[in-house]
C-alpha cells in the first residue's frame, strides 16, 4: 500500500481539490494510524459462471460483458473503527472528519489489494449504485457471499452494518479501467470541472 496514494484518496474523500494545508497533512498523519490500528479488515466472497439473477440487467450486462466468472464480494474495517470516529467526533468535529475519510480511503485500498489475488484480467470493482445502478442490490451481495460470518449486517433502511463495510462486482476474464462516464456524480464533480480526475489512469 503506498502512502502517497492513500493520501491522496484521503484527500479526495475531504473533498481537497488543492494542496492541502500542512495542519491538515500532519492531522491525517496523526489519525491514519489510529484507524489502522482499530481496522480488523475482513473479506468474503463467491465466485459464479452463471451469472447471478440481479446482474441480469443493465449497467451489470455491459460492465461484464466478455467476463467468464463474476466474483462478489464483501469487505469491512469491522465495527471497531467504526467506534474509533464515533469517538473522535466526539472530542473533536474535525478529526472524526478526518478519521471517517482515512477508513473510507483505507478500506478501498484495502479491498484493492486483496483483489490482486484475482489476476490480472479483472474488472475494477463496480458497487451497486455505481452508473445508475441500485443500491439496494447491495442485499443480494451480502446473502450470496454470507457476509453475517465476517460481522456484516444491513439496518431495515439498507444501511450496512459496521459502517465502513462495503459491497461489490468483479469480473474475471476481462480487463477494464475506472472511468468517469460509469460515475453517478458525473454531472456535479468538482474534478471534472477542473479537467481532473479522482483516479488513477
Known amino acids: 500500500m503506498n502512502y502517497s496514494d492513500l493520501e491522496r484518496s484521503i484527500l479526495t474523500y475531504l473533498g481537497f481539490f488543492s494542496e492541502p494545508t500542512a495542519e491538515m497533512r500532519a492531522l491525517i498523519g496523526e489519525i491514519l494510524p489510529r484507524v489502522k490500528g482499530a481496522?480488523?479488515?475482513?473479506?468474503?466472497?463467491?465466485?459464479?459462471?452463471a451469472l447471478p439473477f440481479f446482474l441480469s440487467k443493465e449497467p451489470y450486462l455491459n460492465f461484464l460483458s466478455g467476463a467468464h466468472t463474476v466474483v462478489l464480494e464483501a469487505v469491512t474495517l469491522g465495527g471497531e473503527v467504526d467506534l474509533l470516529i464515533r469517538r473522535l467526533s466526539k472530542e473533536d468535529m474535525l478529526s472524526g472528519f478526518v478519521a471517517d475519510a482515512c477508513a473510507s480511503a483505507l478500506l478501498e485500498a484495502y479491498a484493492d489489494d486483496a483483489e490482486e489475488a484475482l489476476g490480472t484480467e479483472r474488472t475494477y470493482r463496480f458497487?451497486?449504485?455505481?452508473?445508475?445502478?441500485?443500491?439496494?442490490?447491495?442485499?443480494?451481495?451480502l446473502e450470496s457471499v454470507k457476509a453475517e460470518k465476517i460481522g456484516i449486517t444491513r439496518t431495515e433502511s439498507g444501511l450496512m452494518l459496521p459502517q465502513k463495510s462495503m459491497?461489490?462486482?468483479?469480473?474475471?476474464?476481462?480487463?477494464?479501467?475506472?472511468?468517469?462516464?460509469?460515475?453517478?456524480?458525473?454531472?456535479?464533480?468538482?474534478?471534472?470541472?477542473?479537467?481532473?480526475?479522482?483516479?488513477?489512469?
Open 39 to 49: 481496522a480488523r479488515f475482513r473479506r468474503a466472497e463467491g465466485r459464479f459462471t
Open 127 to 141: 458497487c451497486p449504485g455505481y452508473g445508475g445502478s441500485d443500491v439496494r442490490d447491495v442485499r443480494y451481495i
Open 167 to 201: 459491497a461489490g462486482i468483479v469480473g474475471l476474464g476481462k480487463k477494464t479501467q475506472k472511468s468517469c462516464g460509469e460515475c453517478i456524480l458525473k454531472e456535479h464533480c468538482a474534478y471534472r470541472k477542473e479537467g481532473r480526475v479522482c483516479f488513477e489512469k
